[in-house]
């Protein structure tokens, strides 16, 4: 009863933001990421009649392993519930995560975290699941962003009003475009709100309707310049994406303002380095750092452009991945 | 023929911004702003059948006086052309136009020059007009926000889709309420896109329509705030509709991110001083400075907070003032 699986984190290309249920997680409008293959969680779940109790424990590079507890742990244990559930069993586990990426980096880990953890929970307990309702399953543990982290490469996550409709599906394998994303963690201060908070929010800016009836159009596009392997129309769609989200963010009641000076820096020394004829475009998530999506054979020039800017505090770089899979034999 | 004409500079609550007559200078929607006592322009028009051809002297804070040509002129030649229409007269004109700012210090020195033109050389014409009607004639000279730099105090541009019926009008004297705007002055490079572009593209925006919609319910609170004297009110709606402006330009066709790293520093500076309890509150027109608008009683304390801040460039301090007047016996 017990297993170990691994999943990538991922970047939107049409983020997800606002739900129209919060108990099952169901999103307003559908999304669309890649996923990268160089920053993963790995967990590891292990069900045993001997545990009194349900253990949950956390590392992130470079520092020691966690045994977390709270609102923390109490999220993975309600997934474990699910789990169990389905199971028809009330083992208790000891779950075990280990992250590549350093924890006050920026990179949101709870996509990565709650594919593996679902992914590993779910081969432990034998599940039969498919994909799709493996990306169901992992939709429910809260992290919305997570369900796309399941399928392999790029990956679109329906919107329904039905649990059973909302999943991720792939649009392409990651080897069928070699992308990049440049990471720059331009702040690593913790979020004065939360991404839950943020959705919460999200109907209240008066700009929030016209965001929504902008998607259907701009999913398309994003949908054909992947098939189509067009940088410049997915470039200039995903700016527009990312401004899409913040301004729904700053106009919501309360106004997120989730940039930083150092994110319009980093926005500017862009526009300046596609000047010089290089295709890179910006995308955001709901904070401050700035992902550069390139194609990878231009990886190392969009790199070297920032990687001395000062407020540049760390740079990660991650090639297109596959999605959440179970790691056999695997030992800790 | 001869007459001098003092006029303040504004600094608009609910921002112009969109027209819908390019050649009648009509606006989108109706606009609300505070005149600038300490930030003006003075302006002496002669009219003379001595002059073989119009000339046209500006001279800003701390540099020589000089003579404009090219289209900078001929903005100034074109409205006079309107006023000596009116008065049924071919006389060339001298105008020395003198600001008591300097040029490359952010602040635009459009709306206190067209006011302080058309009022000076409507008296040197001696054109009959009243203060209504000198806006308009002020509006038709190109510079939309110079129409509200006529009236007294705290005055609003109405919108209307007939010239005759878009016009300023007081809704306060500028001695109703002491409120001071410390202008951060935080980038002087001179914009990418000029407003005459940024006002073409505002439709372009998909969020436009949505702005224009929210615009009759902040007119209204804004109205009130000023005649009740309320700073909070005031404040709050005053951030919200200089984001509202920026998301309109930031997702226009093309985009215009007019916000420099600066502009977030003194946002989220301002953020800061606010929690230590202090009523300041920011606007910003289509540029990168930072407007803070407070009560005058604490004006000292905001200029102090930010006037040792790096990124602060200049900073230019003024209560609410008087609109456009003639300066009898001016010598120069």
Same mark, same amino acid.
């Given at each position: 009863?017990?297993?170990?699986?691994?999943?990538?984190?991922?970047?939107?290309?049409?983020?997800y933001w606002?739900?129209?249920?919060d108990?099952?997680?169901?999103?307003?409008?559908?999304?669309?990421s890649m996923?990268?293959?160089?920053?993963?969680?790995t967990t590891?779940?292990? %069900?045993?009649?001997?545990?009194?109790?349900?253990?949950?424990?956390?590392?992130f %590079?470079?520092?020691?392993?966690?045994?977390v507890?709270?609102?923390?742990?109490?999220?993975?244990?309600?997934?474990?519930?699910?789990?169990r559930?389905l199971?028809n069993?009330h083992?208790?586990?000891?779950?075990?995560?280990?992250?590549?990426f350093?924890a006050?980096?920026?990179?949101?880990?709870?996509?990565?975290?709650?594919?593996?953890?679902?992914?590993?929970?779910?081969?432990?307990?034998?599940?039969?699941?498919?994909?799709r309702?493996?990306?169901?399953l992992?939709r429910?543990?809260?992290?919305?962003?997570?369900?796309?982290?399941?399928?392999?490469?790029?990956?679109?996550?329906?919107?329904s009003?039905?649990?059973?409709?909302?999943?991720?599906v792939?649009?392409?394998?990651?080897?069928?475009?070699?992308?990049t994303?440049?990471?720059?963690?331009?702040?690593?201060?913790?979020?004065?709100?939360s991404?839950l908070?943020?959705?919460?929010?999200?109907?209240?800016?008066?700009f929030?309707?016209?965001?929504?009836?902008?998607?259907?159009?701009r999913?398309?596009i994003?949908?054909?310049a992947?098939?189509?392997k067009n940088?410049?129309?997915?470039?200039i769609e995903?700016?527009?994406?990312a401004?899409?989200?913040?301004v729904?963010?700053?106009?919501?009641v309360?106004?997120i303002l989730?940039?930083?000076?150092?994110?319009?820096?980093?926005?500017?020394?862009?526009?300046s380095?596609?000047e010089s004829?290089?295709e890179?475009y910006f995308?955001?998530?709901?904070?401050?750092?700035?992902?550069?999506?390139?194609?990878?054979?231009?990886?190392?020039?969009?790199s070297?452009? %920032?990687?001395?800017?000062?407020?540049?505090q760390?740079?990660f770089?991650?090639r297109?991945?596959?999605?959440?899979?179970i790691i056999?034999?695997?030992l800790?």
């Amino acid at each position: 009863m017990k297993a170990t699986a691994v999943a990538p984190s991922n970047i939107a290309f049409v983020k997800y933001w606002g739900k129209i249920n919060d108990e099952l997680t169901l999103p307003a409008n559908s999304s669309i990421s890649m996923n990268l293959a160089q920053l993963h969680t790995t967990t590891t779940v292990d %069900f045993s009649d001997d545990y009194a109790e349900d253990l949950v424990e956390i590392q992130f %590079f470079n520092e020691p392993l966690e045994r977390v507890q709270g609102s923390k742990k109490q999220r993975v244990v309600d997934q474990l519930n699910r789990l169990r559930k389905l199971a028809n069993t009330h083992m208790r586990a000891r779950v075990r995560s280990i992250n590549n990426f350093p924890a006050e980096s920026g990179i949101a880990s709870s996509a990565s975290a709650f594919a593996a953890l679902t992914t590993a929970a779910s081969a432990a307990l034998q599940l039969k699941v498919n994909t799709r309702e493996l990306s169901i399953l992992t939709r429910l543990g809260g992290s919305g962003s997570a369900t796309r982290s399941i399928e392999n490469g790029y990956v679109e996550w329906k919107k329904s009003d039905k649990s059973s409709k909302s999943y991720a599906v792939q649009l392409a394998p990651h080897n069928h475009w070699d992308l990049t994303d440049v990471i720059l963690i331009v702040s690593t201060q913790s979020k004065k709100t939360s991404s839950l908070e943020g959705h919460g929010a999200a109907a209240s800016s008066p700009f929030y309707q016209a965001r929504l009836a902008e998607l259907p159009a701009r999913l398309k596009i994003i949908r054909k310049a992947i098939l189509d392997k067009n940088i410049t129309t997915l470039g200039i769609e995903l700016e527009k994406e990312a401004i899409s989200l913040h301004v729904a963010a700053m106009t919501s009641v309360p106004a997120i303002l989730y940039w930083e000076s150092s994110t319009i820096s980093a926005i500017k020394d862009l526009y300046s380095l596609r000047e010089s004829g290089i295709e890179a475009y910006f995308t955001m998530d709901a904070g401050p750092n700035v992902h550069v999506i390139c194609e990878t054979k231009n990886a190392h020039l969009v790199s070297d452009h %920032f990687k001395k800017k000062a407020y540049v505090q760390s740079l990660f770089i991650s090639r297109a991945g596959e999605g959440a899979k179970i790691i056999p034999n695997h030992l800790f």
